[in-house]
């Protein structure tokens, strides 16, 4: 299983740095499309349009990784280090006798919160069961980092009563089964549902477990 590293998806899409080679990079930002940020453990994917073969491209402080070729775009994944503040990638050329630098792009490297789970918009808490049919989901998300997409394949719903009896009912996918609507149906205050064994899959395929949320039934 590949990790999703504090892992994210961050889109980059092409600009041109010169009418001769229209090649080059524009970054997007989690935050604000207008910096230029490489995400601290996160597999954030470059490309590069317009390509051939003696074109590529390195980071002075990370690791650049080419995942593939499609479309006439050169695709790589580029990780940083935590200690370093900046980094700066370099789009370069062989030719017959040397390697030449096309372009370099300088980069702000940063840090995010951690990618935490919610049961529809409930994180550990005191609900009625009233509330909890009203969600319909388990989502993944990062605070504050609207532009982060990742998404649930599968989790496990875990109903522990009070008097000590338990119950499990597995989910592929997101979406809360009539199954497990059927099993909150039937809580009572004091009850305990959790949600465990949460799966997230970003958009480079990566698989990262996340935290298991705890609510108490209340009356």
Request: aromatic fraction near 10%; glycine fraction near 6%; proline fraction near 3%.
């Amino acid at each position: 299983m590949r990790g999703i590293g504090i892992f994210i998806f961050i889109a980059f899409s092409l600009t041109s740095f010169g009418q001769r080679n229209e090649i080059g990079v524009r970054s997007e930002s989690l935050i604000d499309p207008n910096l230029r940020v490489l995400y601290v453990g996160l597999e954030n994917v470059l490309s590069i349009e317009n390509y051939d073969t003696n074109i590529f491209l390195n980071i002075n402080y990370g690791m650049a990784r080419k995942i593939g070729s499609i479309n006439n775009k050169q695709e790589y994944i580029i990780n940083v280090g935590s200690s370093a503040k900046k980094a700066t990638i370099r789009l370069l050329k062989k030719t017959l006798t040397d390697t030449i630098i096309i372009d370099s792009v300088n980069y702000e490297i940063s840090r995010i919160p951690a990618l935490r789970a919610s049961f529809g918009n409930l994180v550990d808490s005191m609900v009625t069961v009233e509330t909890l049919l009203l969600q319909n989901q388990v989502k993944a998300f990062i605070p504050y980092y609207y532009k982060y997409q990742v998404y649930v394949n599968s989790f496990t719903m875990h109903i522990v009563t009070l008097d000590g009896l338990s119950q499990i009912i597995k989910a592929n996918g997101n979406k809360i089964t009539i199954e497990q609507k059927q099993l909150i149906k039937g809580l009572k205050p004091g009850d305990i549902l959790f949600i465990e064994d949460i799966y997230c899959n970003g958009p480079t395929g990566a698989t990262r477990r996340l935290n298991n949320i705890k609510l108490l039934v209340k009356p």
